[in-house]
């Protein structure tokens, strides 16, 4: 798909949250949510009859569904909340939407999904320019109804957003981190989302994908069409439709400047994150799926300090089995020897959730059956994934850590079943290490407040900060509506990654941090400055972290860090993080 002479339309900006870096330039796939190909088929007089009706049945079937619906929440939260689905309802019932999807089928003569689509499109489009907020939140009941009442024509399930065969801009209202996982590189360029934000998993799997990525630019997927000529800002988080040959140019000259950093960061891929002083910092890299391993290794990491196990079971029908589970973990721990890897068990629910497991959607589900919750429940999950990673540790350097660990009870529990699988394999004559390394992830508060109890029964800690931030504020990490409190230096998470470090150098264990703020090169110097011993980010930023550990001093840090623990204010907190990122490694802002 070349792009079209984008620059004889008037050139137009949109601004969202920046989540994955990277420039991509090409023309748009607009994804009409689920539903991401319409077929088109023309019809002939006769058949118009046979559309009618089958338009009649499916606008019967959404009805049926959307009370179905309605009852349900109900019944589960109360009548109040059931009756936003009101105005669903009322779009089924809208004459003026009905009556002119028959009058187009009759003149259009084509199929009655592809009228019903154009014609939903259109009414958007024309709600979301009045200047009135009622009619423009009735844009998203439309897009919802419409979404249904084409699932039902096509009487099948929802598409995934990745069969478009051109190299193309994705634009979708939200994607989940299953469709991403599926995403072929070479096809997105780089996508667009309505929500989303910079820790969803959807993002982290962009950023580990290389893929550039914009999310949070409301009501995008109306003001786009499929076609358009679009430059994807992943720095800055701006779309720019029909970019002006000045804005090309602009972007070109951005370009070479980062392939220039690129160039020169790649000439510290063998060499070791250490500060000016000589503070060593163990720098490894997150993993969601083996193929990733290539860009681990080329980045110049340490090895893996995050292996987030649960993209191997997305985007399938069952689990899957112990086998197939050890030939994953070997084949990684042999890839990436002489570094470690540490895999940590199935975190599934929250964001990320998976066919063929007994597993309910929930509401607040990041507060519910996820991670050891969900493994500690189920055995006949947990215990397979369990010996796979013990017989592999016996080829390779791996740590077992648990994700979602909130107190002492909760681990001892885990480690009870890992005590039962070693017994198994004991019988069975398995091979496998007896003295498998175990971790835990400190991401939920009560983890970081008991951190000196658990610190006794772990050999290695590792700081989710993107579960620690969103658990400690109470800010769910998806929600763009709020994405401005999620916080990474507030004083409360600073507090209790400060408690946590303390903890486990008073118990004589290394803390590491794996979440998004590990990779964020405005906040390695308080991370160094908060005593952390290892940082694990996506492959993609390594190198540019590791450029940051070697211009920073330790004592730097250490005073920046004593400094704003005392503040206690978070914008002067983000200020003084600039100031000092921006003095050491300017090339890499
Ligand atoms: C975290 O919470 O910081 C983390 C690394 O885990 P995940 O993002 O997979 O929840
Ligand atoms: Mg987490």
Same mark, same amino acid.
């Given at each position: ?42 019809? +002939? ?108 024509? @096509? ?24 469709? +991403? ?13 309505? #929500? ?11 950023? $580990? ?42 972007? *070109? ?7 220039? /950093? ?11 994150? +250490?500060?000016?002083? *000589?503070? =060593? ?49 070997? @084949? ?21 959730? /998976? ?44 740590? @077992? ?24 394999? =004991? #019988? ?35 700081? *989710? ?73 996506? #492959? ?10 070697? $211009? ?29 990122? =921006? #003095? ?6």
């Amino acid at each position: 798909m070349s792009p079209e002479a984008g620059h004889l339309k008037p050139e137009k900006r949109f601004s969202g949250i920046p989540v994955s870096p990277g420039i991509a330039h090409g023309n748009v796939f607009v994804h009409w949510f689920e539903e991401d190909e319409i077929p088109i088929r023309n019809i +002939t007089p006769e058949q118009v009859s046979e559309e009618v009706s089958r338009f009649e049945t499916a606008l019967i079937a959404t009805r049926a569904e959307l009370l179905d619906i309605q009852e349900r929440i109900a019944n589960a939260i109360g009548a109040k909340d059931a009756s936003i689905f009101d105005a669903h309802l009322l779009v089924i019932e809208d004459r003026t939407l009905i009556d002119e999807v028959l009058k187009a089928l009759d003149r259009d003569r084509y199929n009655v999904e592809y009228v019903f689509h154009r014609v939903a499109e259109r009414y958007c489009k024309s709600l979301s320019e009045i200047k009135d907020a009622y009619l423009r939140e009735r844009v998203v009941d439309i897009e919802d109804v419409a979404r249904r009442v084409i699932r039902n024509l @096509l009487g099948k399930a929802p598409k995934t957003v990745n069969n478009l065969e051109r190299a193309h801009i994705l634009v979708s209202h939200d994607l989940s981190p299953s469709d +991403t996982a599926l995403m072929s590189r070479e096809l997105v360029l780089g996508f667009c989302t309505e #929500a989303g934000s910079r820790t969803s998993h959807t993002a982290i799997m962009a950023r $580990s994908m290389d893929i550039p990525a914009v999310v949070g630019i409301h009501g995008v997927c109306s003001e786009l069409n499929t076609g358009d000529h679009v430059l994807l800002d992943g720095y800055n988080g701006v779309l720019i439709l029909n970019p002006s040959p000045e804005t090309l140019r602009e972007y *070109g000259e951005i370009e070479s400047k980062k392939e220039e /950093i690129e160039e020169n960061l790649e000439l510290l891929r063998d060499t070791l994150s +250490t500060t000016r002083d *000589g503070k =060593r910092i163990i720098l490894s890299a997150n993993i969601e799926l083996p193929d990733e391993l290539n860009d681990v290794i080329a980045s110049g990491a340490e090895g893996i300090g995050l292996f987030r196990t649960e993209f191997l079971f997305l985007n399938r029908s069952t689990p899957p089995s112990e086998e197939e589970q050890y030939e994953n973990y070997r @084949l990684v721990a042999e890839k990436v020897a002489p570094h470690g890897v540490i895999i940590r068990t199935l975190d599934i629910g929250g964001d990320k959730f /998976i066919n063929g497991l007994d597993l309910v959607e929930e509401q607040n589900s990041f507060l519910g059956c996820r991670a050891i919750r969900f493994c500690l429940r189920h055995p006949e999950v947990f215990k397979p994934q369990l010996r796979a990673i013990l017989r592999a540790a016996k080829h390779g350097n791996i740590r @077992l850590m648990y994700p979602m660990i909130s107190g002492v009870e909760e681990l001892l529990q885990a480690n009870a079943v890992l005590e039962e699988c070693k017994k198994e394999l =004991r #019988a069975e004559e398995k091979e496998f290490r007896e003295d498998l390394e175990v971790g835990i992830m400190i991401e939920i508060p009560s983890a970081a407040l008991c951190a000196r109890l658990l610190a006794k029964h772990v050999r290695f800690f590792s700081i *989710g900060t993107n579960d620690l931030i969103q658990y400690s504020i109470a800010v769910n990490r998806l929600n763009d509506e709020i994405a401005h409190l999620y916080d990474p230096v507030h004083p409360a998470v600073l507090q209790l990654i400060q408690m946590t470090v303390e903890a486990a150098h008073a118990e004589k264990i290394w803390v590491g941090v794996c979440g998004e703020m590990a990779g964020d090169i405005l906040y390695t110097p308080l991370l160094i400055g908060l005593g952390v011993d290892e940082l694990s980010a996506g #492959a993609s930023v390594v190198p540019h972290v590791k450029k940051a550990v070697q $211009s920073l001093d330790a004592k730097v840090c250490k005073e920046l860090t004593e400094e704003v623990m005392l503040s206690g204010d978070s914008s002067k907190t983000t200020a003084r993080c600039e100031e000092v990122s =921006r #003095a050491h490694y300017p090339d890499l802002f």
